[in-house]
C-alpha cells in the first residue's frame, strides 16, 4: 500500500562530499516505490570539505520531471558544527509533512525499511516508530565493541528513564507530525545524546512509541570511540535526568503557529556599529519566522559603517539617536516602528533560528502580552567571558532568576531584562513603555508597570539568544555594581517586584562576615559563653561558622559542577567576590538619595 500523505525526510549531513549526491539519489529511488508525496530537507552540520557545494549543486540540477512523487529537495547550511541533533532541529523547522522521517546520510539502513516503519505505525496506532537494533528480529552487523558499549548505554536509559524501548540511538525514526512539531523546540541535546531527549520528551507528553526491526550494514570503519564522545554523551544524559525529573522541563508544551499574520519590530539600542550587531544581524535575517523589522538606533553612524550587504536588507533601519540612554533609544525606536509586536535585543545577543517563531507559539498558546527568553553564554566568547557566564547562570549566585542565563522550566515571572524581551505594543503603550533614563534597571521599571496592570510576564526556554558576556574581572564587576546599586535604589524607591528577598542576600552575607571578623578580633564568642553556660567558647565558634560553612561547601560543589578544574577554580572565585560587590553596592544604592 502507498502512502499519499506529504512525508518529510530530514537527513544530517557532515563532509560527506564523495557520496552525499549518490546516497540522496539511492534514497529517493529506495522510497519510490511507497511513497507518493515526499519532501527531502538535507541539513548539513558546517561541514569543512566541499558537501555544501555538492548539496546546493545536487539540488539546483535536480529533475522533477523524472520523479513525480519528489515535491522538493531543501538544503539548510550550518556555519559551525554543532552536532546531528541540532542538523535534525534545524530541519524540523521547516518541515512540512504530516510525518517526518530521521534518516542518516551515510544509508547504513536502507531506507526502504521505511515501509516497515508505517505499516507498524498504523497497526499499532503508535506516534512514533524508531529502528532498534535489539529487536528480536533485526540483523546488525557491528563490533563486539560497538555492541557492548551500546548494550551498557541500554541498560544506564533503562534504569533511569524507563522507556518501553530497548534502543534510542538508531538512526532510522518515524513520527507524526503533531508528535513531535511541538517537542523539538524544547530539546536541547545537539550532539549523540538528542536521540534520547527527543524520546524522552514524546513519552513524558504521552505519545505512544514502539520499536521496528532493521537491518543495518556498516559501510564505513568503526574505530575506537572517543572517551571525550562517551563522557559528553553521558553529561548530556545527566542534564536530560534533571531536566524531566527536576525542573519537568518537557510539559506545557505550546502549538504548532500556523501563520505570520503579525509584524514584529526588532529594536536593538547601541552605542555604534560593530562585529557584534553584525553578527546578530547574520542570525536575524535567517529567522523561521520572516514578517518583521529591524530598527538598529546608534549614536550615530556614518555610510563606510553600513556597507555590508546586511544593512541593505529592506528590513533593516538605521536610525542616528545622538547620545541617548538605552531606555531612550528603545522608546524611540518603538514611535518609529510599525509591529504589533515589540521585540528587543542588546547589540551583543545573537537568536537561534526559531527564535521569534517560539515566541509567538508561547504568546498564542498562553495568550499573554509579554514575555522573555533565556540569553545563555556563547561558546564563541574567551575563557574569562565564559568564567562571568558560569557566574551569572550559578544558582547560588542568582537564585531562582538562573533562569535569564540557561534554559529552564515554563513559568510566569516579574522582572526580566529587556536583552530578550518581547510584548504586545498594545501593552507596551498601556503600562507607559520605556519612559525613564535609568540603565541598567530600566527593563526592572517597565516589568513592575506591568505587574501594576495585573498582567502576566511568561518565560520560555525556547525563545532563546546566546549573550556575549563581560570580561572577569574588570567588565563583569563593573556590570554587577551597577546591578546592584540600581536595585539596591529601587527597593526604596519602587519596592514592588524588587522586594524578593533574594537581592537582600548578598547584602547579608557581606555584614554578616564583617560582623564574624569583628567577633574573632573582639573574642565575642568568649563573652557570649559567660551568658550561656551549657556551651564553651568553642561551641559558640563552631555555630557562628556554620553559615559560612555551608557556603564553602555550596562553592565547591558549584565549582565541581563545571567539570573543568580551571573553570571551576574561576567560578568559585568570581561568586564569591560578586557576592561582596552585589552586597556593598546593593546598600550603597539602598541609602543613595
Known amino acids: 500500500m502507498r502512502e499519499n500523505s506529504l512525508v518529510s525526510i530530514l537527513v544530517p549531513v557532515y563532509n560527506l562530499e564523495d557520496k552525499i549526491s549518490y546516497n540522496i539519489n539511492f534514497l529517493i529511488d529506495r522510497v519510490s516505490s511507497f511513497l507518493n508525496n515526499v519532501e527531502i530537507i538535507i541539513s548539513d552540520d558546517g561541514s569543512v570539505d566541499n558537501t555544501q557545494s555538492v548539496i546546493r549543486n545536487f539540488i539546483n540540477n535536480f529533475d522533477y520531471s523524472l520523479h513525480s512523487n519528489i515535491k522538493k529537495i531543501i538544503g539548510i547550511y550550518n556555519k559551525e558544527n554543532n552536532g546531528k541533533g541540532y542538523a535534525l532541529k534545524r530541519a524540523t523547522e521547516i518541515a512540512n509533512g504530516e510525518y517526518i522521517v530521521f534518516c542518516d546520510s551515510d544509508m547504513e539502513i536502507d531506507p526502504i525499511q521505511i515501509k516497515t516503519f508505517f505499516d507498524i505505525m498504523k497497526k499499532e496506532n503508535a506516534d512514533v516508530v524508531i529502528g532498534s537494533k535489539r529487536h528480536k528480529d533485526s540483523k546488525v552487523n557491528y563490533s563486539n565493541t560497538r555492541k ?19 534502543d534510542t540511538q538508531t538512526g532510522l525514526k518515524l513520527f507524526r507530525r503533531e508528535a513531535i512539531i511541538n517537542i523539538f523546540p524544547r530539546v536541547l541535546v545537539k550532539a549523540f545524546a538528542y536521540d534520547l531527549e527527543v524520546l524522552v520528551a514524546c513519552h513524558s507528553n504521552n505519545k505512544k512509541i514502539v520499536s521496528a526491526p532493521v537491518i543495518v550494514n556498516p559501510n564505513r570503519h568503526f574505530g575506537f570511540i572517543r572517551f571525550s564522545v562517551l563522557w559528553r554523551t553521558f553529561i548530556d544524559t545527566i542534564a536530560i535526568f534533571y531536566r524531566l525529573y527536576f525542573i519537568k ?39 523561521t519566522y520572516n514578517n518583521f523589522e529591524v530598527i538598529i538606533l546608534p549614536d550615530s553612524y556614518i555610510e563606510n559603517d553600513i556597507s555590508s550587504n546586511l544593512f541593505k536588507d529592506k528590513r533593516v533601519r538605521i536610525m ?60 564563541k566568547d574567551s575563557f574569562f567571558k565564559q568564567i562571568s557566564g558560569l557566574i551569572y547562570s550559578s544558582k547560588l549566585m542568582s537564585g531562582s532568576h538562573k533562569c535569564r542565563y540557561i534554559p529552564d522550566k515554563v513559568h510566569y515571572v516579574t522582572d526580566f531584562p529587556s536583552c530578550n524581551f518581547i510584548i504586545t505594543r498594545e501593552l507596551y503603550n498601556r503600562v507607559g513603555g520605556f519612559d525613564s533614563e535609568y540603565w541598567p534597571g530600566e527593563d526592572t521599571i517597565l516589568c513592575n508597570n506591568i505587574m501594576k496592570a495585573k498582567e502576566k510576564i511568561l518565560y520560555t526556554p525556547e525563545a532563546l539568544v546566546y549573550h556575549h558576556r563581560r570580561d572577569l574581572f574588570f567588565g563583569h564587576f563593573k556590570q554587577l555594581k551597577n546591578y546592584a546599586w540600581h536595585r539596591g535604589y529601587f527597593v526604596k524607591k519602587y519596592g514592588g517586584n524588587s522586594l524578593e528577598i533574594s537581592y537582600f542576600i548578598p547584602s547579608i552575607f557581606v555584614l554578616y562576615t564583617i560582623f564574624l571578623i569583628f567577633s574573632f578580633i573582639f573574642n565575642i564568642p568568649s563573652g557570649i559563653s559567660r551568658f550561656i553556660p551549657f556551651l564553651d567558647t568553642t561551641s559558640i565558634t563552631v555555630l557562628m561558622c556554620i553559615p559560612h560553612s555551608i557556603y564553602l561547601i555550596s562553592l565547591l560543589l558549584s565549582a565541581i559542577s563545571t567539570l573543568s578544574i580551571p573553570k571551576g577554580i574561576m567560578k568559585a572565585i568570581g561568586i564569591f567576590m560578586s557576592h561582596c560587590c552585589y552586597g556593598v553596592y546593593f546598600i550603597k544604592g539602598f541609602f543613595s538619595k
Open 320 to 379: 542616528s539617536t545622538g547620545s541617548l540612554a538605552p531606555a531612550l533609544k528603545r522608546a524611540k525606536g518603538v514611535v518609529e516602528s510599525s509591529g504589533e509586536i515589540l521585540a528587543f535585543l542588546d547589540d551583543d545577543t545573537f537568536p537561534e533560528r526559531d527564535w521569534l517563531k517560539n515566541a509567538l507559539r508561547a504568546m498564542n498558546t498562553k495568550n499573554i502580552y509579554a514575555l522573555g527568553g533565556p540569553a545563555i553564554t556563547t561558546t
Open 148 to 166: 557492548v558499549i551500546s548494550f551498557i548505554y541500554f541498560l544506564f536509559v533503562k534504569i533511569f528513564f524507563s522507556l518501553p524501548i530497548q
Open 249 to 287: 522541563f518537557y510539559r506545557d508544551l505550546f502549538d504548532e503557529l500556523k501563520d505570520e499574520d503579525k509584524l514584529v519590530s526588532i529594536i536593538i539600542p547601541l552605542k555604534c556599529i560593530n562585529d557584534y550587531i553584525k553578527e546578530e544581524l547574520e542570525y536575524l535575517l535567517i529567522q
